[in-house]
Structure formats: structure tokens, C-alpha cells
């Protein structure tokens, strides 16, 4: 199975781009760092905030993956159609997967850009995906690596983007479930066992996004 086949049989509905609880009904929202800030009085970046919430993305996976479960990395990475060639296809991936016999399963697909903007004809999309365990992955650098997206400074990085950063999702094959940690400011989780979203939303009611 792929990732189209996979969403088109258990969320028919989604579409791997931003606003994942607004398509579908079994969702949830949170705020990663709440109370803290990016930045310390004096300009510099704060150290505390970082380690925040990328325990507390860590903690959010957790609930969701086990160690046995199989998994759809899906990294979305945007560039104008002039631009170079498509990227070699293990570039994404390399530092975060643990097996580099892996990598030469990543598939590879161009579609075209899906968000609107004025000149959106002229970019495209990529989407890398792979179908590993959890254990297969270096999650906690990887996350890291996410909520470091605004912040060139920062280590780790997701490396290989060509037009800004790449979105990225981890797809619980097994469970089905979808997480989406954005960037440092939060994540969106979407599932198919409504039970599942109440017990994450009464677990950790104060990491909510204040709107949800």
C-alpha cells in the first residue's frame, strides 16, 4: 500500500496539506510551549522553549506510534518549475533513518502545487515518502528538526528543501492515525477511533491550542 491508497481507503477526505482538523471530524489541535517564547529578553534564542516542545512533540508521538508499527514518513518539499531537477531522492531522509538500506525505498512523486497563491501554476510539489517502523527512525532529532524550521541557527536540520521547508506527516499505518508537527508552535492529530482524540484531549487539556 501507498500513501494515496492508504488516505484514499481510511480518510477519504484529507488531503496532506495544512488545516488537517478542519477535514476531518475525529480531530485535535495543540499548542506547543504555551507560555514561553522563542526568544529571551536580551534577543537571544532561548534554549528552555526548544527543549519545550520538542519533549513535548516526543511525548504527543509517543501516544501515538509504538515501537512495532508501521509507518508513512511523508515529506512534501516545494520548488518553482524552472528550478533545478528533481532532488536525489534519499537527501530528505538521510540523517533521520537509521538503516541507509532504507533509503532506496523512498518513492518519489511530482504533483502540482496545492495551495493557492498568485502564481502557483509555476511551482510544483514533491512528495518523498517511506514505509518503515517507528524504530527504524531517529524520532527525537527528527522532531527537533521540525520545530527548528525558523530557525537557520538551530541543530538539527531537514536538509534537501529547495523552496522553503518541507511539510512533513507521520502516518500510522497500523493504528491510523496522523500527526503533523508543523513547526515549534504546534501539531495537529487527526484518527479514525474518536475515543482515542478525547483520550489525548483530557490527558493533556493544557497543551490545547487556546481555540480548540
Known amino acids: 500500500m501507498n500513501v494515496q491508497t492508504f488516505l484514499e481507503t481510511h480518510f477519504p477526505t484529507v488531503k496532506l496539506t495544512s488545516s488537517l482538523t478542519e477535514q476531518w471530524n475525529e480531530g485535535i489541535h495543540f499548542s506547543l510551549g504555551q507560555g514561553m517564547y522563542q526568544f529571551k529578553d536580551n534577543g537571544e ?20 506510534v509504538d515501537e512495532g508499527d508501521h509507518l508513512f514518513l511523508v515529506a512534501h518539499l516545494y520548488k518553482a518549475k524552472d528550478q533545478e531537477k528533481r532532488l536525489r531522492k534519499t ?20 504533483e502540482p502545487y496545492p495551495y493557492e497563491i498568485d502564481d502557483g501554476k509555476s511551482y510544483e510539489m514533491q512528495q518523498f515518502s517511506l514505509r518503515c517502523k517507528r524504530g527504524d527512525l531517529r524520532m527525537k532529532p527528527l522532531l527537533q528538526a521540525i520545530c527548528h524550521e525558523d530557525f ?27 500527526f503533523h508537527l508543523y513547526d515549534d508552535r504546534g501539531c495537529e ?7 482515542e482524540i ?9 497543551w490545547l491550542d487556546p481555540y480548540e
Open 152 to 178: 537557520p541557527s538551530l541543530k538539527p536540520r531537514l536538509e534537501g528543501y529547495v523552496t522553503g521547508y518541507p511539510d512533513v506527516w507521520f502516518i500510522n499505518e497500523t493504528k491510523k492515525r496522523i
Open 45 to 64: 534564542l532561548d534554549p528552555a522553549y526548544f527543549k519545550t516542545v520538542s519533549q513535548q512533540a516526543y511525548t504527543l508521538f509517543n501516544e501515538l
Open 91 to 110: 537527501k530528505v531522509f538521510h540523517t533521520y533513518v537509521k538503516n541507509r538500506q532504507e533509503l532506496k525505498h523512498v518513492r518519489v512523486k511530482t
Open 189 to 195: 492529530i487527526i484518527a479514525h477511533d474518536e475515543q
Open 198 to 206: 478525547r483520550t489525548l484531549y483530557h490527558k493533556y487539556r493544557e
